[in-house]
């Protein structure tokens, strides 16, 4: 059965400082994985995916993250944090079909001046 | 180009009333799905679409019904709402199914059921 755990249900740093928002997921298969950005009261947007091609993904606005099978972890990084990050991030996994997608619970971003 | 249109934005129902929200979607996508969100448990899927004319129950189905008789529309309908409905629901789309197809959200359409 497939799972995703965000280990964090709440991150703050400072403005210029890396960002850690960690994900480990459980899965039968070789899965996709995403990363989702929700800013307030809008819908979710993707960041980047991991499809078994390369496994450091980068994406839109800084943004990567590190496959580690072995691990089965894909935590999502940023080397220098800007205010506009401050957001809602979902981790995803996606089997095979439509109907196995599960998305973690959410790490609320938050970034001090 | 308007992506994933939700409607309404926000709704307050009575316990048993019934009403419809409607997803548009203007990308030509084969699959849609309809989510809830609730604080602290993420997105769970509630119907979901392969196709015109095609539905199927995703992992929280009970209270809901759905129709896709446009492609490029998705219906979700609660026939007699009740209290635990309160949520927030996103429409997303995707083009095909597979594994590396991400999903494009809607803004969202938050209901309360007093």
């Known amino acids: 059965a497939q799972s995703v755990t965000q280990l964090d249900s709440h991150v703050s740093v400072s403005e210029g400082t890396p960002v850690l928002l960690r994900c480990n997921y459980s899965?039968?298969?070789?899965?996709?994985l995403f990363w989702y950005v929700q800013h307030p009261n809008k819908g979710l947007q993707l960041l980047l995916k991991?499809?078994?091609?390369?496994?450091l993904v980068k994406g839109i606005n800084g943004f990567e993250a590190e496959f580690k099978k072995s691990e089965t972890s894909f935590h999502l990084t940023k080397p220098s944090a800007h205010m506009s990050d401050a957001a809602e991030y979902f981790c995803?996994?996606?089997?095979?079909?439509?109907?196995?997608?599960?998305f973690g619970s959410g790490t609320r971003l938050s970034i001090r001046p | 180009n308007a992506g994933v249109t939700q409607t309404p934005k926000f709704r307050v129902l009575k316990t048993g009333q019934s009403m419809t929200l409607l997803c548009a979607q203007d990308?030509?996508?084969?699959?849609m799905y309809w989510y809830r969100q609730d604080p602290g448990m993420g997105l769970r899927l509630i119907h979901y679409?392969?196709?015109?004319?095609?539905?199927a129950k995703g992992e929280v189905p009970d209270g809901y019904n759905v129709s896709r008789l446009k492609k490029q529309n998705f219906l979700l309908g609660l026939e007699s709402a009740a209290p635990s409905q309160t949520s927030v629901y996103f429409c997303?789309?995707?083009?095909?199914?597979?594994?590396?197809?991400?999903?494009?959200f809607g803004d969202g359409t938050r209901l309360s059921i007093l």
């Open positions: 997303a789309s995707s083009y095909l199914e597979g594994t590396n197809q991400p999903q494009h």
């Open positions: 899965s039968s298969y070789s899965p996709s």
């Open positions: 991991y499809t078994s091609a390369a496994t």
């Open positions: 995803v996994v996606m089997d095979s079909s439509a109907s196995k997608i599960i």
């Open positions: 990308m030509n996508h084969e699959y």
């Open positions: 679409s392969v196709g015109e004319g095609t539905t």
